[in-house]
């Protein structure tokens, strides 16, 4: 089945740091999205990706639908104490002929750390 | 709007034990998704309503587990009898329509925790 892994598990940074994360299949992906949850709350969609090679930006989040399909980026620059959180990488399964059912597939998510 | 509303926030049941959870989802919204998060994995897909029909229930992990839409409108998943296995936290999403695919709206979820 369709397979998201995501990497680093967990990171610890200083506040006004950079940050990268990525996000890995071994099946193409037509969309991308990028979920954000904090503490006690439900994941919140920050960032889709509709096509490969885009790049595409939210404020202080950029992230990048791979060429090949296969994998995406999350980068968050000059990280805040409020980037706290964990993020998940996400896309729709699809059929063989590339039609999506609405459900999603998610993977394990990246534990965000900032330290003041 | 008021947003996915999820009830209760937290849940501490013994094995064998029956648990309902309740979501309501965005007035309007036709499409209600079920997911667990079960601690450090991923968050996996339950089931799909669409208004009050399953349209896709293949996540659900066995018949312990039953989820109802009364009238097209708010859901229940119950879960009984209660395994330790089946301790996590449970989203509910709605969306507006068509494959919903974008418009998701997560709730707060319910973590339950089987003893």
């Known amino acids: 089945g369709q397979q998201l892994n995501q990497s680093p598990q967990s990171m610890f940074i200083q506040e006004g740091e950079d940050v990268s994360m990525n996000c890995t299949s071994s099946s193409i992906f037509n969309t991308w999205l990028w979920y954000k949850q904090d503490p006690g709350e439900g994941p919140v969609l920050l960032i889709a990706l509709y096509k490969a090679g885009e790049l595409t930006s939210n404020g202080r989040l950029t992230a990048q639908f791979g060429i090949t399909r296969k994998d995406s980026f999350l980068n968050i620059s000059a990280s805040i104490p409020s980037d706290v959180g964990i993020y998940f990488c996400a896309g729709p399964r699809t059929n063989a002929g590339g039609t999506s059912y609405g459900k999603l597939t998610f993977g394990q998510g990246t534990i965000l750390t900032v330290h003041p | 709007e008021a947003g996915v509303t999820q009830f209760p926030s937290h849940s501490v049941i013994e094995k064998g034990q029956t648990v309902t959870l309740r979501c309501d989802p965005i007035?309007?919204?036709?499409?209600l998704y079920w997911y667990r998060r079960v601690m450090g994995k991923e968050i996996k897909f339950l089931l799909h309503f669409v208004k009050e029909s399953k349209q896709d229930e293949s996540g659900m992990p066995n018949n312990r587990f039953l989820a109802e839409r009364t009238g097209g409108t708010y859901s229940t998943l119950k879960v009984q009898p209660a395994e330790l296995e089946d301790s996590g936290v449970y989203f509910c999403?709605?969306?507006?329509?068509?494959?919903?695919?974008?418009?998701?709206?997560f709730g707060s979820g319910t973590r339950l925790t089987v003893v």
């Open positions: 007035s309007g919204h036709d499409n």
């Open positions: 999403a709605s969306s507006q329509g068509g494959r919903g695919l974008y418009g998701y709206t």
